[in-house]
């Protein structure tokens, strides 16, 4: 969902790499950050820091930072695509990174090493540079040292914040894995996680406040990201229901099943006036009793009326040859992602090899409502 907005920026291992316009907001944030504490670290350590140097120092330390970033959004990544799972591509926001993993993990194992991977490589970070920082303090290179120190600290402040029990971050996943492996249900793993995640933001909005009345402007920082991690919250516990309710919910269950047969020779007029009052988003097309394609009121668009008596019904519509083969056993969620890959409005359903409905985005979502087991 970020991506439509974002500008890609290169890609690696595969995976694209974007930044979405916000995240100049927080570079710039980060590289002031960065250039304070540079300012801290030197006067900490006797070092001499002007103020050119200090800023020049906190637009590379935030740059190694965005790098870092990546890092450990690309550890979540390689390690989805180690166990099977498609990745989209790495998005840099507001809040820092996230790795679009297109399918959730298939059991608690796979979604404990997926999330573990990215704290672990930021851990790994911080050890690096806290190495390297140890080795240009003995060597008084104080640039490098000064860099190298805001670097470890601030990677393991990444790490430890990503494993807040806040779901979706990396800790809220390793909650709701633990959760799953002793409920047995992912459903009711994701909803007590989702109630986890919510009062541990609830507690962060609070500690930011106390930071904000203290003149700590962190605070406020702090205070964003918890309201995001509360809205992820929730959206990610709804998401979770529904995904749950397509995977258990038949395709024929949801499809639109009383069948209005069109003529494929009909001229579009008679095929307009057949459906004028239906509600469909499409019709199976019928040629000497067989199945030969879907279509849809929608299609007469691109035929200008004054021609609709001389065209048959067939020069219009979708044919089935062309078309996915959906199951009335399958579940709801093939059928969704069958229709968003074709890009079509409506599929046919199969029975026995016969057509017996027309499922369509609409018709699966009404059914879920009609079902009760889609959440609002
Ligand atoms: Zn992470």
Same mark, same amino acid.
């Given at each position: 969902?970020?991506?439509?907005?974002?500008?890609?920026?290169?890609?690696? $291992?595969?995976?694209?790499?974007?930044?979405?316009?916000?995240?100049?907001?927080?570079?710039?944030?980060?590289?002031?950050?960065? *250039?304070?504490?540079?300012?801290?670290?030197?006067?900490? =350590?006797?070092?001499?820091?002007?103020?050119?140097?200090?800023?020049?120092?906190?637009?590379?330390?935030?740059?190694?930072?965005?790098?870092?970033?990546?890092?450990?959004?690309?550890?979540?990544?390689?390690?989805?695509?180690?166990?099977?799972?498609?990745?989209?591509?790495?998005?840099?926001?507001?809040?820092?990174?996230?790795?679009?993993?297109?399918?959730?993990?298939?059991?608690?194992?796979?979604?404990?090493? *997926?999330?573990?991977?990215?704290?672990?490589?930021?851990?790994?970070?911080?050890?690096?540079?806290?190495?390297?920082?140890?080795?240009?303090?003995?060597?008084?290179?104080?640039?490098?040292?000064?860099?190298?120190?805001?670097? #470890?600290?601030?990677?393991?402040?990444?790490?430890?914040? =990503?494993?807040?029990?806040?779901?979706?971050?990396?800790?809220?996943?390793?909650?709701?894995?633990?959760?799953?492996?002793?409920?047995?249900?992912?459903?009711?793993?994701?909803?007590?996680?989702?109630?986890?995640?919510?009062?541990?933001?609830?507690?962060?909005?609070?500690?930011?406040?106390? *930071?904000?009345?203290?003149?700590?402007?962190?605070?406020?920082?702090?205070?964003?990201?918890?309201?995001?991690?509360?809205?992820?919250?929730?959206?990610?516990?709804?998401?979770?229901?529904?995904?749950?309710?397509?995977?258990?919910?038949?395709?024929?269950?949801?499809? $639109?099943?009383?069948?209005?047969?069109?003529?494929?020779?009909?001229?579009?007029?008679?095929?307009?006036?057949?459906?004028?009052?239906?509600?469909?988003?499409?019709?199976?097309?019928?040629?000497?009793? =067989?199945?030969?394609?879907?279509?849809?009121?929608?299609?007469? #668009?691109?035929?200008?009326?004054?021609?609709?008596?001389?065209?048959?019904?067939?020069?219009? *519509?979708?044919?089935?040859?062309?078309?996915?083969?959906?199951?009335?056993?399958?579940?709801?969620?093939?059928?969704?992602?069958?229709?968003?890959?074709?890009?079509?409005?409506?599929?046919?359903?199969?029975? =026995?090899?016969?057509?017996?409905?027309?499922?369509?985005?609409?018709?699966?979502?009404?059914?879920?409502?009609?079902?009760?087991?889609?959440?609002?």
């Amino acid at each position: 969902m970020l991506i439509r907005s974002s500008w890609r920026i290169g890609s690696i $291992a595969g995976i694209d790499i974007a930044i979405h316009p916000t995240w100049l907001v927080i570079y710039a944030l980060f590289a002031y950050a960065a *250039m304070l504490s540079a300012q801290a670290i030197a006067d900490l =350590n006797g070092v001499p820091l002007s103020t050119r140097n200090g800023f020049i120092l906190g637009l590379i330390a935030a740059l190694v930072l965005f790098a870092c970033v990546v890092i450990h959004e690309l550890a979540h990544a390689v390690v989805a695509r180690r166990l099977g799972i498609p990745i989209g591509n790495i998005t840099l926001f507001l809040f820092g990174g996230v790795a679009s993993i297109l399918r959730e993990p298939g059991t608690p194992a796979d979604e404990v090493k *997926m999330a573990a991977a990215g704290p672990l490589a930021s851990v790994a970070l911080a050890a690096l540079f806290g190495a390297l920082a140890a080795l240009t303090a003995s060597l008084h290179w104080s640039w490098i040292f000064t860099l190298c120190t805001f670097l #470890a600290v601030t990677n393991l402040v990444l790490a430890l914040f =990503n494993l807040l029990p806040a779901f979706p971050s990396d800790g809220g996943r390793i909650l709701r894995a633990i959760l799953w492996r002793f409920m047995g249900s992912q459903a009711r793993a994701t909803s007590v996680a989702s109630t986890v995640s919510a009062v541990v933001a609830a507690l962060l909005v609070v500690a930011g406040g106390l *930071m904000a009345v203290r003149h700590e402007w962190n605070g406020i920082w702090l205070i964003f990201i918890a309201l995001f991690l509360l809205q992820a919250a929730i959206a990610s516990g709804r998401q979770a229901r529904i995904s749950l309710a397509l995977e258990r919910t038949r395709t024929g269950d949801v499809m $639109a099943r009383t069948l209005i047969p069109v003529s494929g020779d009909a001229p579009l007029t008679a095929f307009v006036a057949q459906v004028a009052d239906g509600r469909r988003t499409a019709y199976p097309v019928v040629v000497d009793g =067989n199945f030969v394609g879907l279509v849809s009121p929608r299609d007469t #668009a691109n035929v200008p009326p004054s021609l609709w008596e001389h065209t048959p019904v067939r020069a219009i *519509m979708t044919p089935a040859a062309g078309l996915p083969q959906l199951s009335a056993d399958a579940p709801a969620s093939d059928a969704l992602a069958a229709l968003a890959k074709s890009g079509v409005r409506s599929l046919p359903v199969l029975e =026995n090899g016969e057509v017996t409905g027309v499922v369509s985005e609409e018709s699966i979502f009404a059914g879920l409502r009609d079902r009760g087991t889609a959440a609002q």
